[in-house]
């Protein structure tokens, strides 16, 4: 008996319709500093530390519409270390923060997904970019290029809705 295993498989390959769309992604901040100059360059010894911090919010544009700028805000600092048995403290090599933005619209949603969708994947959706401006400013700063890590944008959100309604102390 024939089978047809094409039109099954494009049913099954289909992904179901997304209610969000991009309307528009861009560069909202961006800032490179080198706090120290060119001495930076002649007096670094060893690698510094890179810290990251990122940070997601979303806002409604339209009061009206489901219109929403979302805003990934990312912060990259290197510290050089002191020397040892220095007294000296740690300090900033360079500071690289970026916030890329993107402009969505979220239809047709269900009300318990709008804040996942927006703070979680459309973060997701703007990672790359972030990560390779995050690269680029970096390495054209003078430094190798800071590449991020990806990101799990589920579990930060999830960390700030803790952060927002902690649990009750207490037995239950």
Known sequence: MPHNNN???????????????????????????VPHGAATFATL????????????????????????????SIRVEAMEPPAEGSNETSRIVFLAELTYAAIVTLEGAPQDLVEPILLIEVPRLLFPYARAIISDITRDGGFPPVVLQ???FAALWQAKREQNFPEPEGEA
């Not at 039109?7 to 800032?31: E, G």
């Not at 990122?54 to 219109?67: G, L």
């Open 45 to 72: 010894r060893n690698a510094p530390q890179v810290g990251v911090n990122i940070d997601v919010q979303a806002n409604r544009i339209e009061q009206e519409q489901p219109v929403f700028e979302v805003s990934l």
């Open 150 to 152: 990806p990101i799990d």
């Open 7 to 33: 039109a099954t498989q494009a049913q099954d390959n289909t992904p179901p319709n997304m209610p969000l769309a991009i309307n528009l992604q861009y560069t909202k901040d961006l800032s490179f500093e």
